[in-house]
């Protein structure tokens, strides 16, 4: 059984297509499975104090959200959870799978998906800089996408690094018992994960309410630029 749950949730499209949102990325919120309760107890009790029925906004006037905050920010602070915010602005993003692909065999096509999975390793990457992976073991959650069994498969190995993928240097990852696929409509810790996501596009906009950094000081966000195509 794994230690912790990791509830990642993403916002905006892969896709370089005209129309797609300029952003893409990730909010991440990891719990030790032992301490999951918490995160339930926490959305339960502000939705009945509040009669809340819908998803939790990040806004000038929602208290319900900053009381989740709060109470999320105490957790960090304590080491019972920890957040992560990781995105691209494709005007500024140089790195593979969106304008070029050092894969000659890797069709167009098929871009949009690759740049998901590269882009989710690099957060996940990022969510464990610094910290001591230790032994844990992870269950990751995603929410749900759109991907064919062969997709999925393509995923776990991916970031599992199994089934002869050679990789340039190993993956800062703990060790991925499970991959699974939720709806955040039932699932609380992607629910928060959400509100990470929330955060993340209005950190890139600039438009976020003053006092939410205060409240979340141990969530950390950081634009992805990658790395400009090899003239070799």
Known sequence: MPSH???VDDTGDPSPAKGCSELFGF?????????YAMIRQILAEERWRHRLYRDFEIAPTSQ???NVLTQLAELAQAGLVCMSGFYLNKDQYAGRYLTWCDIGSAPR?????????YVLRKALEFHYDGRPIDDRSIDLVLDRIALSHRQRQNL??????????VLNE?????????ITISDSSYTGGLQLAHIMTDIVKRCAAGTLPADVPLLLQCFRVVEFTGHVESQE
């Open 109 to 117: 096509w098929q871009w949009p998906h690759r740049l998901r999975a």
């Open 64 to 66: 319900p959200c900053r």
């Open 27 to 35: 909010g991440i919120l990891e719990v030790p499975v032992n301490k």
């Open 5 to 7: 749950f990791v509830f």
């Open 156 to 165: 776990e190995d991916y970031l599992t690094s199994q089934k002869g993928i």
């Open 170 to 178: 190993p993956f800062h990852l703990p060790k991925i018992d499970y």
